[in-house]
């Protein structure tokens, strides 16, 4: 019964760098793996990072790998992507949600990430 709202997208140029946060409402965020996802116009939502409850382990899609940081404060119920040397092909609405996304998940609102020179 998490309740999740992204924030943090905006336009920037190729090579430049965002952070987006994901705040959580819910008496266990703390319990959950959490994780980023994205989608392109025409293309289907994929997996960007995940993070475990503890926020010890993280895991990355091999396209963000090297350039992209999950981390999650579960004092503040926030889980973060930051976002280095972006890309246009990072250009996505960015969406976070448990992880793995079960059947019963909801989707938000997502934050738009435009990259572009």
């Known amino acids: 019964q998490v309740q999740l709202v992204e924030s943090g997208g905006g336009l920037v140029r190729p090579g430049g760098s965002l952070r987006l946060s994901c705040a959580a409402s819910g008496r266990t965020f703390s319990t959950y793996a959490m994780g980023w996802f994205r989608q392109a116009p025409g293309k289907e939502r994929e997996f960007v990072a995940a993070i475990s409850w503890s926020g010890i382990s993280t895991t990355y899609a091999d396209s963000v790998k090297g350039r992209f940081t999950i981390s999650r404060d579960n004092a503040k119920n926030t889980v973060y992507l930051q976002m280095n040397s972006l890309k246009p092909g990072d250009t996505a609405v960015y969406y976070c949600?448990?992880?793995?996304?079960?059947?019963?998940?909801?989707w938000g609102q997502g934050t738009q990430v435009t990259v572009s020179s």
């Open positions: 949600n448990r992880n793995p996304p079960t059947l019963g998940s909801s």
